[in-house]
């Protein structure tokens, strides 16, 4: 599955540890880094990563087949990895990476191993090709990979480096620290976690937070920015990951009376966090006890043991709000989906005289050909597609049939449950169609024909499942004004979304009054609406 890929790669660029292999990245530890993430390789376990994603809802039924094809590829090529040599993964973090858009990668390769070859592996994993993990799968290429993933590589002294810019590749080759810094407690302090992060700052950064760090409201008046550039030498975290996760934090003071003031900030953070944030109170309860930093001397440590032991009792905690997680990732996609397409619909109005496509185009004979998803396509940067088709034609033609299989991802809903609806390239995405609506007629409607107003009148919405159509054909929703949630009413859940004349997208709940919904599917009803 994309998801497990892509999540695999987001624990490298998010976690972090400590291992034996910091000699390997002293050349590389320049004075302006600040934080070195970590990932073992040979540590990860790509089926199990994958059992827990499926307890904790991050892969739904409708996913698994395609995900085990995924993580037989990830493991195969971790794998590979690992026998050409390469048994960790740095990423080196620089203030100045922000404008780089990522961070520096460096991948040792040990002694009998063959730096061309991991060379070769990594420049396939992120640049897709035969038996790799291509990029297409992952929504990842060239042109739309994002930014933080590296776009350059080079072996340079028995190690293969990555960047996401030339400058930033140039930066990593040549320049040296100035004075070797020595990381090995920190390094032995976060154990042997699978992955992990070490953050330290810089000159700079601490001379930043120093003076420009803005005081805090109680319990959090003690942390300031002297004491947070001066008093903290370093922290970090290390995790083991699924299907046993584990997780330590540890933070190194300057001295016993810092560590203590440390903890004490942070158990008041988490007294806080119990009364104010919006989390399930089981899974607050749960961090709040496990969450109890001891101070030994200058250190402060924090073992999650308690917490990820039981991995049965970790995964229910987790769920509930990783489910809630993607159920809200999923909206915000839709919302965005909707808002493109309302935006293509103006643009199309703007370019045809101040008037909306009709649900369908017509022939002569007034038989509907293809649908309104097809007639806006060039507004969609879909005109390659657009004008593949033979617009005098009906939608199941010899030849409009064969680009059926073509439908535009804006068109498909991210919910996973749908993903049977998507492969036979169905749409939940439609126009209401019954007399007084805008797509009531074969001709289009004109702006000025909207008299409610374009800011009270739905253009389309998404149906239930059930109602889904091809999306080439030119079939939408019959929606009958009497009862007018019938075909968008959800059973998954309490809400539905739709896109309006302005072009902008709201979400509706199931719980809307028919006599409301019926004003705002109409266009010229004469209703005053009030709508928040």
């Keep these: 599955m994309k998801l497990l890929a892509i999540g695999l790669i987001f624990f490298v660029a998010q976690v972090v540890v400590a291992a034996d292999h910091g000699a390997a990245l002293k050349p590389y530890l320049t004075d302006d880094v600040v934080a070195v993430a970590y990932l073992d390789l040979s540590a990860i376990d790509a089926p199990g990563v994958l059992t827990w994603a499926e307890k904790l809802g991050l892969v739904s ?143 700079d950064s601490r001379r930043v937070v120093r003076e420009m760090f803005p005081p805090l409201p109680a319990p959090f008046s003690e942390v300031n920015g002297k004491l947070l550039a001066d008093g903290l030498l370093w922290g970090g975290i290390a995790l083991k990951l699924p299907p046993q996760p584990d997780a330590e934090i540890v933070v190194e003071t ?90 293509a619909l103006q643009n199309y109005a703007a370019s045809n005289k101040g008037t909306f496509p009709a649900h369908a185009n017509y022939d002569d004979n007034g038989k509907p050909l293809l649908s309104w998803r097809v007639l806006i396509l060039p507004y969609l940067d879909q005109s390659a597609l657009y004008k593949q088709f033979h617009l005098d034609e009906s939608w199941d033609s010899e030849h409009n049939r064969k680009l059926i299989e073509k439908m535009p991802a804006i068109y498909a809903d991210p919910d996973t449950a749908l993903r049977k609806i998507n492969a036979k390239d169905q749409t939940t995405f439609v126009v209401p169609t019954s007399e007084g609506t805008v797509f009531d007629r074969p001709t289009g409607t004109m702006f000025k024909e909207i008299t409610d107003g374009t800011s009270n009148t739905i253009t389309f919405v998404e149906v239930v499942p059930e109602r889904a159509v091809v999306w080439t054909k030119p079939e939408d929703w019959k929606v009958d004004l009497e009862d007018p ?32 919904l019926r004003a705002l599917l109409t266009r010229a009803g004469r209703e005053i609406i009030e709508w928040p």
């Excluded at 080759?173 to 154990?191: E, F, H, V």
């Excluded at 496990?290 to 990820?308: K, Y």
């Excluded at 949630?485 to 979400?507: K, M, P, Q, Y």
């Design 61 to 203: 039924e409708e996913e698994r087949d395609e995900a085990e094809k995924r993580v037989e590829i990830v493991q195969e090529q971790l794998g590979e990895l690992v026998d050409s040599g390469a048994s960790h993964l740095y990423l080196l973090l620089r203030v100045s990476d922000v404008s780089h858009g990522g961070p520096s990668w460096v991948v040792p390769v040990g002694e009998g191993g063959s730096p061309r070859a991991v060379l070769g592996l990594m420049v396939g994993v992120f640049s897709g090709g035969p038996g790799r993990l291509e990029m297409d799968a992952l929504k990842l290429n060239a042109a739309t990979q994002p930014t933080w993933l590296p776009r350059s590589w080079e072996v340079v002294d028995g190690a293969v480096l990555g960047s996401t810019t030339k400058a930033q590749l140039e930066h990593l080759k040549n320049t040296r620290p100035k004075s070797p810094r020595d990381l090995s407690d920190a390094w032995a302090a976060l154990g042997q976690g699978d992955c992990g992060l070490l953050i330290f700052g810089d000159a």
């Design 254 to 343: 300057r001295d016993e009376q810092m560590a203590t003031t440390v903890a004490q900030v942070i158990t008041s953070g988490l007294i806080l966090a119990k009364h104010s944030l919006p989390i399930e109170q089981e899974l607050i309860e749960a961090l709040a006890s496990a969450f109890r930093p001891q101070v030994e001397g200058a250190r402060v440590r924090i073992a999650l043991d308690e917490l990820t032991s039981n991995v049965d009792r970790l995964t229910s905690l987790l769920s509930p709000p990783v489910r809630k997680a993607r159920q809200a990732a999923w909206r915000n996609t839709r919302m965005n989906q909707f808002k493109n397409i309302g935006l």
């Design 485 to 516: 949630l019938n075909g968008v009413r959800r059973e998954d859940r309490d809400w539905f979304t739709t896109a309006w004349c302005d072009g902008s997208a709201h979400i509706i709940s199931n719980e809307v009054e028919a006599k409301k």
